[in-house]
């Protein structure tokens, strides 16, 4: 999500980008048509694209593609799986690394590590897009980049109680954060019906994030205080409560991780989808998806795209041959 970006991450991440596109980088590419689906829109050919923000881009998971290198969007993101499990027509992938609701239907995003502005994710729609898949939200009004900064400075303050909780609710006792993840729903809505406006024929789904903290407990991976991630879990839980709701108000249908990451939290050790408090190059950026929540997050959207289905094996996280991604 990484919407605040203090220099010190910013320039790990800029390092960290640097390093995967010199190791493990994957060119854009196109071919003819490919198969169609037989699993969504009746079996007719799919055209994909997806919107979203860096748990939908896939920071540092290799590899990273460089159209914009600034973006850090991975070939092995949840869009890409997907793509190559329902073999679409055409995939176009213009997730980005801290998008806030605003980049995708209203101004150029600045990217993470600069470099050109790309245009608003939603002009990769038209009338012929058939799915579209958004995740969005959690860079708006600060919401997790200044938690995950605030928490971990203030960790050591008082280790046992909820220092960063403290620290997010003003003088007349409201609790800031809570506030803004409840506030962050209008936002969703109107790009929800943009969406509808530039894609009218369209199947939108809007992606909740997974866990990040786990429903109980602390762990070494994560640099909070123990009262705080009790608190932590009630911040995401009201962001996905405000995405199912502006889901619900548009037409969009919802995609609920949360409990197919249950046991996958950033405390779950081999078992995480989420990586914690420690940027890993070429694994993941600190409190963002590995490739097995990528995985994770793509397998549980297609149960719910297909009506319960278990995701096809060994298929390759991008479009198959014919697809064309940009």
């Not at 605040?4 to 493990?24: C, F, I, K, Y």
């Not at 055209?47 to 920071?59: E, H, K, T």
């Not at 959207?301 to 319960?308: A, D, E, P, Q, V």
Request: one cysteine or more; a positive charge.
């Amino acid at each position: 999500m990484t919407s605040t970006r203090p220099r010190s991450l910013r320039s790990a991440l800029v390092g960290a980008a640097a390093l995967a596109l010199t190791l493990g980088f994957a060119p854009a590419a196109s071919a003819a048509p490919s198969a169609p689906s037989d699993v969504v829109a009746g079996g007719e050919p799919i055209d994909y694209v997806a919107l979203g923000d860096s748990y939908s881009a896939g920071p540092l998971v290799p590899a990273q593609r460089p159209d914009p290198l600034g973006c850090l969007r991975s070939t092995n993101n949840y869009p890409a799986f997907l793509a190559g499990y329902f073999r679409v027509r055409s995939y176009v992938d213009v997730t980005c690394s801290g998008a806030q609701t605003a980049d995708l239907d209203r101004r150029r995003q600045e990217t993470i590590v600069p470099g050109p502005k790309p245009a608003p994710q939603i002009d990769a729609l038209s009338a012929e897009t058939d799915l579209v898949t958004v995740g969005i939200g959690g860079n708006d009004r600060k919401l997790f980049g200044s938690m995950i900064e605030v928490c971990e400075a203030v960790a050591k303050l008082d280790a046992k109680g909820a220092p960063c909780r403290r620290h997010f609710t003003n003088r007349r006792g409201v609790d800031t954060k809570l506030r803004d993840a409840t506030k962050i729903q209008a936002n969703v809505a109107r790009v929800l019906r943009a969406v509808a406006r530039r894609a009218p024929a369209a199947e939108v789904y809007v992606v909740g994030y997974p866990r990040l903290l786990p429903q109980r407990g602390t762990c070494k991976a994560v640099k909070f205080a123990a009262g705080d991630y009790r608190w932590g879990n009630r911040i995401e839980k009201r962001l996905n409560r405000s995405l199912r709701r502006a889901a619900a108000a548009t037409g969009a249908t919802y995609v609920n991780l949360y409990p197919a990451s249950r046991g996958h939290d950033a405390c779950a050790g081999k078992e995480a989808w989420i990586n914690g408090s420690t940027l890993r190059p070429l694994r993941a950026a600190n409190f963002h998806p590995f490739l097995r929540g990528m995985r994770g997050a793509a397998q549980e959207i297609y149960r719910r795209l297909t009506g319960g289905r278990t995701a096809p094996g060994h298929v390759v996280a991008q479009p198959p041959l014919g697809s064309t991604i940009r």
